[in-house]
């Protein structure tokens, strides 16, 4: 299995920037891509972005140019910058661990507030 916490979250000002971490343990050596999802707040969850081993990148068009994801492998961990943050990205924010033939795990989701 593989567990994944992530951490970061908090209360920012509009326009300001956030760095999301998530540390994954367990069965890490067999995880293929990661990424982020967010849910807000009566809205269903939706993806934001995914690295793959390899570090190739992938982007929700909604999120591109404020929304970097980067993967250290040898730290097991996944980081999501977000910049320009508007109230909108107000949302509790999921990372996620693929592995072939083992599905996907999810960390348990850190909140983040934009709020002045």
């Known amino acids: 299995q593989v567990q994944l916490v992530e951490s970061g979250g908090g209360l920012v000002q509009p326009g300001g920037s956030l760095t999301l971490s998530c540390v994954a343990s367990g069965s890490t050596s067999s995880i293929n891509a990661m990424g982020w999802y967010r849910q807000a707040p009566g809205k269903q969850r939706e993806w934001d972005a995914t690295?793959?081993?390899?570090?190739?990148?992938n982007y929700a068009d909604s999120v591109k140019g404020r929304f970097t994801i980067s993967r250290d492998n040898g730290k097991n961990t996944v980081y999501l910058q977000i910049n320009s943050l508007q109230p909108d990205d107000t949302a509790v924010y999921y990372c996620?661990?693929?592995?072939?033939?083992?599905?996907?795990?999810w960390g348990q989701g850190t909140q983040v507030t934009v709020s002045s």
């Open positions: 690295i793959t081993s390899g570090g190739s990148t």
């Open positions: 996620y661990a693929d592995r072939p033939f083992r599905g996907r795990s």
